[in-house]
């Protein structure tokens, strides 16, 4: 029973973090500019790591090799976002600009060409 409970755990643990690695992933990919990049890998990376390592913990048992991964964890959770921070800052100290919001002028243009596009017929 202890087993097949532990088993488990282990793998909605592991589902878990593969889960936010991915979207970690996709976000790293998608997103714009370093600043949301930053973010992103951050925090979801972060509960990726976090999850695959509580799966491992969770495996091992109550050995000592689980301290160790106890410990690797809140290494983990302490300097993730610590480097996201940092490098977030370098960018912000030397000058790179983060994308708020479109040119207001492709705006507009992109306006016009819909409402032009409405009051044709086909």
Request: glycine share 6%.
């Given at each position: ?11 909605v ?30 925090q ?27 410990l ?33 002028d ?9 409402v ?7």
């Open positions: 029973m202890i087993e097949t409970l532990q088993f488990w755990a282990v793998v643990l592991l589902g878990l973090g593969v889960f936010f690695t991915f979207v970690s992933t996709v976000g790293v990919l998608r997103l714009p500019d370093i600043y949301a990049r930053a973010h992103t890998a951050s979801t990376d972060t509960l990726g790591a976090g999850f695959a390592l509580a799966a491992v913990a969770v495996a091992f048992g109550w050995q000592h090799a689980t301290v160790y991964t106890v690797l964890l809140f290494f983990v959770f302490i300097t993730n976002p610590t480097a996201a921070h940092a490098i977030a800052r370098s960018a912000a100290e030397t000058g790179v600009e983060p994308l708020l919001t479109e040119d207001p492709d705006a507009d243009d992109d306006a016009n060409t819909a032009e596009s409405e009051g044709e017929i086909q």
